[in-house]
């Protein structure tokens, strides 16, 4: 146990004057009676003996409350160890076509839809969780890039803000025309620029990006993703592309009419995997599809061949605080003192 404000026990000096001066009066106190033979063997009644405690119970109590005051705790956890780990950004697409519904088994048609977000944050969740040592960052990419988590070994806190990860909504103005429409697009060149911003500087040797996406760059005034590609490769930085989605007429999909009511749909769905592997192909790393089961696995292995770098890995500090434990029971005896101190003298003040 450990005290956060040690220097609130500098609050003993003053109970500790207190305490010398009371016992000091004690001492001096007394009536001289050389009879003692003539004194009622039973001369004090609990008024007296009431009165005598109620001090020392009452300095009981201040010692409580002070040591309440440097809050005593418990050191809950710090550790440190050296672990080799790379660097890795996952790039996530959050575009509109995320919210396709064509990765769902179709023996869960009907019960348990899952859109290609859905898939792709349970791919993330599978490789964070099969990489406990290495540092991971959290880029997302609609119609703009954005970085949700840096560089972190705290994987935990990095699954957390992934469950936070959705689909930006559509706005409409009273007119009924959408004010947003450009979140729902594709800016994938953005995507791995912010994600090569995050890895480019890490202190590792090997540096990765893991790019999930469902197809193309679909906005214009955007990085180009061959430009953010060929600057990757310039950096030493791989782009491992992970594709997700099916071509098909009657991909189903979840439509909201104008009550507010949810159903499917089907859709024309298209995929197109070259710009994915071409981005892949062009830092020197490979492109992965999510319908291959083996993919994932193969992905992961692949960047275990990358050359490690030794870094320090540090868990801050957590405590247990107890000043709750203390400050009520001093409060309890503060209060009991000044009761028995009432009752003794017969005074409410």
Known sequence: ?????????????????????????????????????FIPAKSAGWRARAAALAPYIFLVALALLVTAAARPRTKYGRTSRSVDAIAIAMAVD????????????????????????????????RFVEARPDDLISLVVFGGYASCRAPLTADHAALLNVLKGVQIPSIQYDSSGRAVDHEEQLTA???????????????????????????GVQTIHDAVDPAEAAKAAAALGVKVYAIGVGTKSDHAPMWQTDAFGRKSITTIN????????????????AKYFAVNDEQGLAAALEEIDQLEKTTVESISYERYTEHFAAFLVSGAILALAAITLQMAASRRIA
């Open 269 to 284: 769905m298209s995929f197109d995997e070259s710009q994915l592997k071409g981005i892949a192909q062009a830092t020197g």
């Open 1 to 37: 146990m450990n005290f956060a404000w040690p220097w609130c026990f500098l609050l003993f000096l003053p109970v500790a004057f207190a305490a010398w001066r009371m016992l000091r009066r004690a001492r001096r106190g007394g009536v001289k009676f050389p009879a003692m033979q």
């Open 188 to 214: 994938i060149g953005d995507g791995i620029a912010v994600a090569l911003a995050r890895v480019k500087n890490a202190p590792v040797k090997s540096k990765v990006i893991i790019l999930l996406s469902d």
């Open 94 to 125: 959050v575009s509109g076509s995320m919210e396709v519904l064509d990765l769902t088994p179709r023996e869960d048609w009907g019960r348990q839809w899952k859109t290609r977000l859905d898939v792709v944050k349970e791919l993330f969740a």
